[in-house]
C-alpha cells in the first residue's frame, strides 16, 4: 500500500490535514518499522504529524503497532519506570541507590513484601543529547532486583531507527508513545510529563495496563525527582493531581549540572552526598506507594528513614 496517502493525511495544509484513524496510524508505523517506505518518506511522515500535532487515537493506533512488535517477559510483581530516552543533563540517575536501599528494606522487613525495578534503554533519542540510561547501566553493577531491558533485544525494529530519528533531530510520536512499553509485563508504572495536557494522555494511553500507575512531574522529563514536585494518580476514574515539598521531609537540595558526565554520576553513586541519600529515599518512598506497600509518600518515606 502506498505511503504517500499518509504524508497527505498530514502535510497538505491547516484546510486539509486531518487526524489518522488508529488503523491508518498502525499501518503506517507498521510500514516504518519494517522498512517498507523510504526513509525521507518516515521522516516527512513523522515531522509533519508531530507538527500537526498527534490525537488521542493515533497515539493509542501507534501503541498498538508497537505491540505487534515488543519482546516481553513476565516480571509480574515489579514497577516500570519510564524514563525517557533523550538522556539526563542537569541530574544524574539515582535508581542505583534506591535500588539498594530498596533491597535492604526488603531483607530487614518481612512484612513488605518485595518487588523488582525494571528500566529500559537504547541509545540516545532526540531531542537533546544527554546522558543516557544505557550508558550508565553498560557502566555499572546493578543491585539484582533492577532488571534491565535493553530495547534492541525486545524491540529491534525501533531501535534501528534512531539513526532516522537523530538526522530529524526533533521530538516524534515515538517519544511519547516510547515511555512505556512494559517489557516485563509489570504491575507498577511511574512516569513523568511535563507539560499537564499529557497526564491526561498518558494515563489514556498506558494505564489500563498497570494495576498502578503514577505520574511525577520530574526532572528532564525522567520519574525522579530532585526537587519539589507534583505528582497525579487516577482514584475511580478521576485525575487526582497532589504537591510535594523536599522540605516537608527535611531535604535541603539546589545542586545542578551543566551536561552532567558519566564520570560525575558514578562518582555521586559510589560517594552519595546526605542530600543525595535523602533523595534517593524519597525516589525510593515514591516507589512504595505506586507499588501499594504504603498508602502514601510520606508514610514510605519514614519506613526508609534508618536503612
Known amino acids: 500500500m502506498s505511503f504517500f496517502k499518509y504524508i497527505k493525511a498530514v502535510a497538505t495544509g491547516p484546510k486539509s490535514n486531518r487526524d489518522l484513524t488508529q488503523e491508518e496510524i498502525g499501518e503506517a508505523i507498521e510500514q516504518i518499522l519494517e522498512n517498507q517506505c523510504e526513509p525521507e ?46 538522556g539526563k543533563t542537569d541530574q544524574p540517575f539515582l535508581f ?20 523488582d525495578i525494571v528500566i529500559s534503554g537504547d541509545f540516545a533519542q532526540p531531542a537533546k543529547k544527554g546522558l543516557t540510561l544505557k550508558h550508565l547501566v553498560t557502566s555499572i553493577k546493578l543491585s539484582e532486583n533492577i532488571k534491565y531491558f535493553d530495547r534492541s533485544d525486545y524491540f529491534e525494529e525501533l531501535s534501528q531507527l534512531t539513526d532516522l530519528r537523530k538526522k530529524l533531530f526533533m521530538r516524534s ?42 505520574i511525577l512531574k520530574g526532572s528532564e522529563g525522567n520519574p525522579e ?42 562518582e555521586i553513586l559510589n560517594n552519595p552526598s546526605v ?10 518512598a515514591i516507589l512504595l506507594f505506586s507499588t501499594k506497600r504504603v498508602a502514601s509518600i510520606e508514610e514510605g518515606y519514614c519506613l526508609l528513614e534508618n536503612i
Request: with cysteine; glycine share 4%.
Open 275 to 284: 542530600g543525595i541519600m535523602q533523595l534517593a529515599k524519597l525516589n525510593a
Open 41 to 86: 518518506q518516515a521522516a516527512a511522515f513523522l515531522m509533519c504529524l508531530r507538527v500537526k500535532l498527534e490525537s488521542d487515537d493515533e497515539l493509542k493506533g501507534c501503541y498498538k503497532a508497537f505491540d505487534k512488535y515488543i519482546k516481553r517477559v513476565d516480571i509480574f510483581e515489579s514497577v516500570e519506570l519510564g524514563f525517557s530516552y533523550d
Open 225 to 266: 525527582v530532585f526537587s519539589d514536585f507534583k505528582y497525579w494518580e487516577k482514584i475511580e476514574g478521576d485525575i487526582i493531581e497532589k504537591s510535594v515539598s523536599l522540605a516537608d521531609f527535611g531535604i535541603e537540595y539546589s545542586k545542578e549540572y551543566e551536561n552532567i558526565t558519566i564520570e560525575e554520576n558514578i
Open 173 to 214: 510520536i515515538f517519544n511519547t508513545v516510547e515511555k512505556l512499553l512494559n517489557p516485563a509485563n509489570s504491575k507498577y508504572a511511574i512516569t513523568s510529563a511535563f507539560h499537564k495536557p499529557y497526564v491526561k494522555k498518558y494515563f489514556d494511553l498506558f494505564g489500563e495496563n498497570y494495576s498502578k500507575m503514577v
Open 96 to 115: 542505583p541507590l534506591y535500588g539498594h536501599i530498596l533491597k535492604k528494606l526488603f531483607e530487614q522487613n518481612s512484612d513488605v513484601k518485595p518487588f
